[in-house]
Nanobody
């Protein structure tokens, strides 16, 4: 019931910056916890950053201090500003929306198609 579309990826040099955007449709956007994940070939999918419906944020230690997640509920958008990019940040970045179904029930999760970020040395 939620559709997510990422944009903003590209090829950059180490030390450069990128801002990724995720546009959401369907559902009640303001109720969802939003997140960015990334998946590099041969590596596990990694949670990069989350932002709750109240605006609380969390970051992976590997990106803390360099990446900033934000959301605009009126625009139904979530962003991640990525600064001081490193080659190890190279991955496909995915937007994620999650909503708890009940006190004991599971989370419903929705995923975008991904956008490629490549950081050269």
């Amino acid at each position: 019931q939620v559709q997510l579309v990422e944009s903003g990826g590209g090829l950059v040099q180490a030390g450069d910056s990128l801002r990724l955007s995720c546009a959401a449709s369907g559902g009640t956007f303001s109720s969802y916890t939003m997140a960015w994940f990334r998946h590099a070939p041969g590596k596990q999918r990694e949670l990069v950053a989350t932002i709750t419906s109240r605006g609380s944020t969390n970051y992976a230690e590997s990106v803390k201090g360099r990446f900033t997640i934000s959301r605009g509920n009126a625009q139904r958008m979530v962003y991640v500003q990525m600064n001081s990019l490193k080659p190890e940040d190279t991955a496909v970045y995915y937007c994620n929306a999650a909503l708890k179904t009940g006190p004991v029930g599971p989370w419903r999760e929705y995923w975008g198609q991904g956008t490629q970020v490549t950081v050269s040395s």
